[in-house]
Structures are given as C-alpha cells and as structure tokens.
C-alpha cells in the first residue's frame, strides 16, 4: 500500500491533580478508546515550530505578534488555532505555518487554581 504511511501518535499529558505537564509510559485503551485517569491527554500535531520544538494540542504559540492556542477541529476536522485574546479569532493552521510560530507554554500550565 504506497499511499498509506503510517504515522507515530505520541501524547503528552496535564497532570489534573499535580497540576504538571508530563509524557507518559503507558495510556490505558479501553474499547479503542486512549485515557488516562487523573489526566488530559494531548496529541501531538506532527509539527514542530522554528526552533525544532514538537507543538502538541493546547500549546500556546506566538505568531507575529498575538498568541494563539493549538486545538483541534472537527469542521473540517484538522488542527485549529485561537487567538487567546479574542476567542472568536479560529482558523486552519496549515502544516506550513508552523515553521512560523514560537512555542511558548501549554495553555493547562497558564492556568491559576
């Protein structure tokens, strides 16, 4: 099958209880559903920024001057970002801006109890 390439799912993780972002050694599936108690898995968007640094779901990025949180879409489904200071601000984020973007955080670890 020459079209089909598979590709590797990696997560990342918000530690719900320790408030802390971490890789896992281990998901639970249960009936192909991925989880993990106590946590927020976030996947991996196959996309790194301009310093080589792999974006995951809910990272926060800069590009040009706003900030911006990487989700993801189901119309069409794909991955999104959102400006963080106007919410309404949603659009595609193509494979080819990321190179353009800066990582800065995740969006669970700017958050205050």
């Not at 990487?70 to 659009?91: C, E, M």
Request: glycine share 4%; charged share 25%; hydrophobic share 40%.
């Amino acid at each position: 099958m020459e079209f089909y390439t598979p590709r590797k799912l990696k997560f990342k993780a918000w530690n719900v209880e320790s408030r802390l972002l971490m890789r896992l050694n281990a998901i639970d599936c249960v009936k192909g559903e991925l989880m993990k108690k106590g946590h927020i898995l976030l996947q991996y968007t196959e996309m790194t920024d301009k310093q080589g640094e792999e974006l995951y779901e809910m990272d926060v990025v800069l590009l040009a001057v706003d900030k911006f949180v990487i989700t993801w879409g189901h119309n069409p489904a794909g991955w999104y970002i959102t400006k963080l200071a106007d919410p309404q601000v949603r659009q595609i984020f193509p494979r080819e801006h990321a190179h353009t973007t800066i990582r800065l955080c995740n969006y669970f670890e700017t958050q205050r109890e």
